[in-house]
């Protein structure tokens, strides 16, 4: 092959490489992340009953009153407050407080700053199938913030955080099969995980869909609608308390 004509094969890979990362879309650093277990709201929580099952060991009850601490509805924020309950919960290797502490120690927030501490818990929370985990640590690999930038290991954790029924990671592996940033183009994918999301009310998927349906082959739409209608969300792990 002549040196020129190679050159011009290596321009257009680039481009097309470059085109298809420039056209997928990116968050802000600041979005929150999906929680597996949302705060209670202020006005329906029962704080004399969720600090008593905080103090008597219930790490569900420990990372509510924590996430309660940190945004200050239902009481006077208090960070130390919340990073102490996070903290006891964390410690007994439930999911959400791991990931949320990883969070609060990638910010310095009540917690000495450690993008590296951060990673870890991440993956903890991830591994045992924290969605916020797996979200986070997606996000990193996305960004290359404290770890080499992989695509395909983004790719590979925001699906995991998508099959756990989180909207915005259905939307942000959705629009991978669309473009083949960190997976190879699947149409059906696409469609499956951008119907998914939309259904949850995420607009970004909303208006992605209707491009990609007109892309799409009548037989390549009744296999994505198949996948939409069985899709379950995975069940979350049965909670296996750390043992000292």
Avoid at 206 to 234: D, H, I, N, Y
């Amino acid at each position: 092959m002549r040196p020129k004509c190679f050159i011009l094969i290596l321009l257009l890979a680039a481009l097309v490489f470059g085109a298809a990362a420039f056209l997928l879309q990116k968050r802000p650093p600041g979005d929150a992340a999906p929680q597996a277990t949302e705060t209670p709201k202020a006005s329906t929580v029962d704080l004399a009953t969720l600090r008593t099952r905080a103090e008597a060991g219930d790490p569900a009850a420990q990372t509510s009153l924590g996430k309660l601490y940190l945004e200050g509805t239902a009481m006077k924020a208090d960070v130390k407050e919340a990073v102490k309950w996070i903290q006891l919960a964390a410690d007994k290797n439930y999911p959400d407080a791991l990931s949320l502490l990883g969070e609060l120690t990638q910010a310095g927030q009540g917690v000495p700053l450690s993008l590296d501490e951060a990673i870890r818990l991440y993956r903890r929370a991830a591994d045992i199938g924290s969605v916020a985990g797996q979200y986070n640590l997606a996000y990193l690999y996305e960004q290359g913030t404290g770890v080499k930038q992989d695509e395909r290991e983004a790719a590979k954790w925001y699906q995991l955080a998508a099959e756990g029924g989180d909207p915005i990671a259905q939307f942000d592996i959705g629009q991978r099969f669309q473009l083949g940033v960190g997976v190879a183009t699947n149409r059906v994918q696409a469609f499956k995980w951008l119907t998914l999301a939309a259904a949850q009310g995420q607009p970004d998927s909303v208006k992605r869909l209707p491009g990609l349906k007109q892309e799409m082959s009548g037989e390549e739409l009744a296999e994505a609608s198949r996948l939409v209608k069985e899709f379950v969300p995975r069940s979350a792990k049965p909670y296996v308390q750390a043992t000292n």
